[in-house]
């Protein structure tokens, strides 16, 4: 069965849509990946597929949520990499919970998900930003949640509310949920403030903050236009910290497996 992980945290502009899409690439080197798209914008479809999100309209998460099966709606990327688009129809989603909607609301995506969990080896979920339907489906949906920190003082501020969802989750909708770490994202090593703010995160969170930071780098956003791909040593350069990250993450999630 496969393994769901999301990324997430209430801001936005903090990393996810890149790390998610980045660690879906780098995982189905030797793993079959899905990725979902959880975000109305759609950034990850048109990261991943370098196709305009509209191309999906009426074949997107929304639709396989509504008939609880995403088999017709997965568009498939490259060997062992395929996607579960979203565009913007995806805002409507709390409308639909709660006027359409039989049962428990939380559970929609956890329900569509299932059909499919036995088929990939990871499922990695972008969820929006923020703390509404969106995103406690897909926290209620995951095994493990990675918590996205831009190393700026807004981002550090969420962190602790993000965290109690996480808790409220965890009583209430998916006691299977486990933390898995939090990311710092976007670090300007040429900035004193974003240092401090890792080394308070590791002094208030100590072993919860992963090894791995993610530096800005301008070759991360020539990747939205121009594709992933390894083929050059800045591409290569610029993967190499989410490469270091997402051993981290299997590393811990092996761990948090056999306990």
Known sequence: MGITISFGIQKGGVGKTTTTAICAYLLARKSKVLA????????????????????????????AMMERNPTPYIQTVADNLDVLPAEDLLATFARYTYTQQKGDPNVILCDTLRVVKDDYDYILIDLPPNLGEQTINGLTASDYAVVMLQTEPFCFDALDRY??????????TNPNLRLSGILATMMDSRTT??????????????????????????????????GLQSKT????????????????LKERVKESATR
């Open 193 to 226: 403030l974003d240092s401090a703010i890792i080394e308070q995160a590791i002094k208030d969170y100590e072993d919860v903050v992963f090894k791995s930071v993610i530096r800005r780098r301008a070759r991360i956003k020539e990747f939205s236009i121009q």
């Open 36 to 63: 979902v798209d959880f975000d109305s914008q759609g950034n990850l479809t048109a990261f991943l597929t370098q196709r305009n999100i509209y191309d999906f309209e009426g074949h997107t998460v929304l639709q």
């Open 233 to 248: 040593r800045a591409d290569n350069s610029a993967l190499r910290p989410y490469q270091d990250f997402v051993k981290e």
């Open 163 to 172: 965290i109690e969802l996480l808790q409220h989750i965890q009583e209430r």
